[in-house]
C-alpha cells in the first residue's frame, strides 16, 4: 500500500505564496501520473496539476495556470506544487494523488490533505 504525506499548507494573504509537499513511501520515478487535486467546503474535489512522467509533461487547470507548477523530486520520493500569487479562490484542501490517468479523477492513492487558507 503506497502512503501518501502532504506538507506544507498555511494561512496566507493573498498574493503570497506557498510551497506545498507530497512525500510518497515508494519510488516515484516510474509512476507514470501524479497529481494535487484541492476540495472546496460545499463543493467538488477539482484537480489542479498534473505530472506525466513519460514525457515530463504538465497539466493545469485554468483558474491556476501562471501562478501554479507542479514538480517532483524522484530521489527524495516527493511531489510539490509551488503556489504563487495565491487568491482567496484558492482556499481549499489540498491533496496528492499518484497512480492514474493524467486530467482524470482516476487515481489509485490518495494522501489526507494539507489545508490552504488565503485572507484577502
Given at each position: 500500500?503506497?502512503?501518501?504525506?502532504?506538507?506544507g499548507?498555511?494561512?496566507?494573504?493573498?498574493?503570497?505564496?506557498?510551497?506545498l509537499?507530497?512525500?510518497?513511501?515508494?519510488?516515484?520515478?516510474?509512476?507514470?501520473?501524479?497529481?494535487?487535486?484541492?476540495?472546496?467546503?460545499?463543493?467538488?474535489?477539482?484537480?489542479?496539476?498534473?505530472?506525466?512522467s513519460?514525457?515530463?509533461?504538465?497539466?493545469?487547470?485554468?483558474?491556476?495556470?501562471?501562478?501554479?507548477?507542479?514538480?517532483?523530486?524522484?530521489?527524495?520520493?516527493?511531489?510539490y506544487?509551488?503556489?504563487?500569487?495565491?487568491?482567496?479562490?484558492?482556499?481549499?484542501?489540498?491533496?496528492?494523488?499518484?497512480?492514474?490517468?493524467?486530467?482524470?479523477?482516476?487515481?489509485?492513492?490518495?494522501?489526507?490533505?494539507?489545508?490552504?487558507?488565503?485572507?484577502?
Amino acid at each position: 500500500q503506497v502512503q501518501l504525506v502532504e506538507s506544507g499548507g498555511d494561512s496566507v494573504q493573498a498574493g503570497g505564496s506557498l510551497r506545498l509537499s507530497c512525500a510518497v513511501s515508494e519510488d516515484i520515478y516510474s509512476r507514470r501520473c501524479m497529481g494535487w487535486f484541492r476540495q472546496a467546503p460545499g463543493k467538488e474535489r477539482e484537480g489542479v496539476a498534473h505530472h506525466y512522467s513519460g514525457t515530463g509533461k504538465t497539466y493545469y487547470t485554468d483558474a491556476v495556470k501562471g501562478r501554479f507548477t507542479i514538480s517532483k523530486d524522484n530521489a527524495k520520493s516527493t511531489l510539490y506544487l509551488q503556489m504563487n500569487s495565491l487568491k482567496p479562490e484558492d482556499t481549499a484542501m489540498y491533496y496528492c494523488a499518484t497512480d492514474g490517468v493524467c486530467n482524470t479523477h482516476a487515481y489509485k492513492y490518495w494522501g489526507q490533505g494539507t489545508q490552504v487558507t488565503v485572507s484577502s
